[in-house]
């Protein structure tokens, strides 16, 4: 099923491909589901990478993160699926994904994976 996750996603030509320059996505509606007590967690993740020849189409991105409205998994496990999912599809020279989880029980949690390519 996680192959299926990442095949939604979608990216287009970088038209710069011989700059490096930064962009920044902050999805602050992101949803998935405690595995082990079924409520959901909400989230904000904000996504930061240095495009290579491909950059990430936003509704395929929307539309993939939709996907974990009803997935089962642990805030740290999320994390570096979905950068894992988003480094293999855009092949940038570099990305972080921070994922700061909303309060439960009065603790809050961010994580954060980072990706880079090998020189």
Known sequence: MEKAFRDILETFENQYPGREYVIEIVCPE???VC????QPDFGTLTLTYVPAEKCV?????KLYLQQFR????YYEHVTNRILDDLAAVIEPRSMTLSAAFHA???ITTTVTATF???K
């Open 30 to 32: 992101f949803t998935s």
């Open 35 to 38: 595995p082990k007590t079924g």
């Open 57 to 61: 189409e936003l509704k395929s991105l």
């Open 70 to 73: 009803n997935e089962g998994i």
């Open 104 to 106: 439960r029980g009065g």
């Open 116 to 118: 880079s390519r090998e």
